[in-house]
């Protein structure tokens, strides 16, 4: 009796063959659903979190509670019309986004308009969501307070410069900078002025707020640190090159960049210098740097990525994304996300700098949130991109 012989190993070398080449033929955004998850068995927790104001806190950090859900995909997007200059807010359920000189409102589950207005000017500067209300800075150097409700404006307050700076709700005060070379401070309730504190140049970054005290840094060179109660300076400390990124808090600490590519750790009690990057990297910081994994994770403006130990400033990885950036990190359990001019949103392992995911989203990313078990990244030519499971 003769066995029929059936050359397995044969077949399965062509099937795997097809299988690549019907992968490769896949349209792009498929391809890139369909990346391997990186495991957020490790972290605990879910970013179910609000992210009510620049990076996410008052501290600036960038960092959600816990991990999003993997693996991500596109549930919605929407195109707003006008430039989104700044990241999104998210609270109650609700996306808050400016694009141009229209705030609008947009539902977290599906991106349907809830509202939009067009109060004055064009908004460039981070949205800030307090108790209801919306605080958005304009470039005729309004500070606006919106209900969250309907968008119909509570009060303004006039300052001598364009607004760029992100605000912080703390006290009852709402914090922030003007260009006209001024720190503010007004009443959440009614917009008073309760105080003004004059720097040397514009103040360009969001303000950083810690339990009584305001962490600015200005295009001047100067972090400052002031009460918040009554804007008297406390300590000061001259950097060698104008700051752009949001002073970031963490364990008494404060992290910030220069437009010369350094990177600086303070004691946030004196604003001593604790350590600096050892060399000046060659491209400048805009984006302000997000925690994680022990690390400030930062992104220069020549497109590269790094992981800079807390504890002295060492370089614990390095990732080159090839575009250019003004887009600040941010992380979500062990994940940092990332986003370029060339429109690619990256998701980077934070321990290690390994690309994990991708996802193209055609033009430039100007912000990224991640919040309530989304990703939410907006692009500058109008458009909003949302990402869960």
Not at 110 to 137: H, I, M, Q, V
Request: with cysteine.
């Amino acid at each position: 009796m003769i066995e029929k012989h059936f050359p397995v190993l044969e077949i399965l070398a062509v099937l795997v063959a097809f299988l690549a080449v019907w992968r490769l033929s896949l349209p792009e955004e498929i391809q890139q659903e369909t990346v391997p998850p990186v495991s957020s068995e490790a972290s605990p927790g879910t970013a179910d979190n609000d992210w009510p104001c620049f990076q996410g806190n008052n501290a600036r950090t960038g960092a959600a509670t816990g991990a999003l859900p993997q693996p991500l995909r596109l549930l919605w997007s929407r195109e707003l019309g006008g430039e989104i200059a700044a990241p999104p807010v998210v609270a109650a359920d609700t996306v808050f986004c400016a694009s141009g000189g229209t705030i609008q409102a947009l539902t977290l589950a599906e991106g349907n308009l809830a509202w939009k207005c067009t109060p004055s000017g064009t908004f460039a500067a981070p949205l800030c969501y307090d108790g209801g209300r919306l605080f958005c800075g304009n470039d005729e150097g309004e500070m606006l307070c919106l209900s969250a409700t309907d968008g119909k404006i509570i009060w303004r307050l006039k300052t001598d410069g364009e607004i760029k700076s992100g605000a912080a709700a703390a006290g009852g005060l709402i914090v922030f900078g003007s260009y006209d070379n001024h720190l503010y401070a007004c009443d959440r309730a009614d917009g008073k002025l309760r105080w003004k504190l004059k720097t040397g140049a514009q103040v360009h970054a969001p303000v950083c707020v810690n339990g009584d005290f305001v962490y600015s840094a200005g295009c001047d060179g100067f972090v400052r640190k002031i009460a918040l109660a009554d804007g008297s300076q406390v300590a000061a400390a001259e950097l060698p090159a104008s700051i752009a990124t949001a002073p970031t808090f963490f364990n008494n600490r404060i992290v910030l960049g220069t437009m010369q590519g350094e990177v600086f750790l303070l004691d946030a009690g004196n604003l001593d210098i604790i350590w600096k990057t050892a060399e000046r990297y060659q491209a400048a910081l805009l984006a302000s740097p997000a925690i994680g994994d022990e690390a400030a994770l930062v992104a220069w403006r020549d497109g590269s990525v790094r992981a800079l130990n807390l504890s002295g400033g060492g370089e614990k990885w390095s990732f080159s994304a090839k575009s250019d950036s003004d887009c600040a990190p941010v992380t979500a359990g062990d994940i940092c996300y990332h986003g370029g001019e060339d429109g690619k949103l990256l998701a980077l392992e934070a321990r290690t700098g390994k690309p994990a995911w991708r996802y193209d989203c055609g033009g430039k990313i100007a912000g990224l949130v991640p919040a309530r078990n989304r990703l939410l990244a907006v692009g500058g030519n109008g458009s909003v991109f949302c990402f869960g499971r």
